[in-house]
């Protein structure tokens, strides 16, 4: 709670005291939420870049004799030339003789890949239209409707739908998780466009005849970045999971490829007897999303600051 | 008051229109015949013939569309091909699981949720706040099928409490019914809980700083009654708007949450019809989410009234 004489402060007074603050970004580093859940991140970054190198063999290796181990037990590999090689299975293996711990340490790159791939795709399309809907009069009522009723289906159905149409594969996948995230961005660019376009300064830059490309880009898009970066890593974490349940119902990214929701769903049938199949793959992805929505509140709390008192 | 639920009422028509017509496209746009896609892949030529006479496929796209809802208005939702019914039949049959799933589901997580957030912000800063606050967190971050095979495995594998999977009709016996709600429930409630108890310690938070808390207080009240008819009555309207929102979320939850349990519900349905590509039966089902969705969000947006006096329309 701000008390009334606070606000009036001489603007020399303002000038120094923005002169010295140190720059928002550095603000945000040093947010112990942000610390902890971009350590966190960079370490499952690490690892999915790091795949090839942690002692795992190709994900996709099936092993019909070694079929169904429980974590840690010991199996003779044949390698292509003919020899073989002993090799502890430490998170086990499926029921085709896959070696888990390799399936989930590479899963690890399809999860990221779908979480950055669907923040940025869901934003770039969401500031294109959120600017011409809250720029362009006329279109705004016909575009905002469309976002109504976008927002009315719930979010896994429409992502459901969206893969039952274009079949299943990994930019399918990703394509029907960004069309539910697209309205939640349109709307928030769409509210800060409406309040500073009425700001002193755009006005000031109208009447010296600024064309509108520039207007938008260079006045009113800046003010967009800070909550589109929270936005952006909620959407990121929603979408892990979004892509996680799709594989996971068998609906989601070809089974071939090792994502952490295939491995589940390979898991599924024999979850009595073998639940790791499940367990591990279930605790990096719990992990890497709470690492993103911890990492996301730190920022919300010092980049968007209006956002965190409404939450 | 009847003048404001008509004007609300007449609100959700546009938001509606569209559900339709983005549904209707969903399946014009599908590559392909929609005919044969609808008729599904061990159609003769002779069925797809005739469903492309009934739905008027030689017309225009608007002619398909008025022919389209025309139908679905009238309560013909069309034939599920893959399932040899119709898909109004369809949705009779599974109907039951989801519906029961769904409440047993509200009424544990704002039973539980509410007071959890009402008792964080009243003991700001406490052990307890931040053990709520914490689980709030992971209840966003781990996914539904994961809480409910690890419930699956500690409760019904492990300790042989409850039963694994499965469901028995609430008609046929109530208490096995009961029995196997229990997991469904709990693995359902965890992000529902979360999204609850965060907003509801936010608005009491907002709302004890207030004056008339003060005064409450300063008449001597219990702790007990300022904090649920003072502030708790007060902070209702967000925490309302919280729950109708996260209806979504229960939907979407139910879809994992059946294919976990094994539950014949709605959700299982939409994943057979996806995998079958059982078009009817998908768009009328998204369709059906959609409006109880946008229906349940009106009642809410109505009740406001009811809580917040000062909510005049």
Redesign the interface.
Known sequence: ?TVATEDIVDSASIAAATAKRPSLWLIALRNPNVIIGGTILLVMVAIAALAPLLGTVDPTRIDPAARNKKPGTEITMRLDDGQTVKRVAIMGTDSLGRDVYSRVIYGARVSLAVGVAVALIAIAIGVVIGLVSGYIRWLDGIIM??M???M???????A??M????RAGLVTVIFAIVVPDVPRVVRLVRSIVLTVREEPYVEGAISVGTPTWVLMFRHILPNTIAPLIVQGTFIA?AAI?VE??LS????GIPPEIPSWGNI?AEGRTL??VF?HN??YP?IF??FT??AI??MG?GLRDTLDPKMSK?? | MLDFIARRLVSIVPVLAVVAILVFLMLRLTPGDPAAVIAGDNATSDQIADIRAKLGLNEPLWTQFAIWIGNILQGNFGESFFFKKTVAELIAQRIEPTVALATCTLIFAVSVSVPMGVLAAYRQGSVFDRIVMGFAVMGFSVPGFVIGYCLIYLFAIELGWLPVQGYVRIGVNFWQFLERMVLPSLTLSVGFVALIARITRASVLEVLNEDYIRTARAKGLSNRVVLMRHALRNAAVPILTVIGLGIAILMGGAVVTESVFGLPGLGRLTVEAVLSRDFPTIQTVILMFSVVYVVINLLIDISYTVFDPRIRY
């Open positions: 709670m409707r469309v109504d009723g976008l009315a289906i719930p979010g896994i159905l429409l459901i739908a893969v039952s149409i274009w974490a999971l996680a349940a996971f119902l068998g609906i589940m979850f009595r639940p499940i367990f279930g992805l719990a999303v709470l929505n911890i509140d409404k939450v």
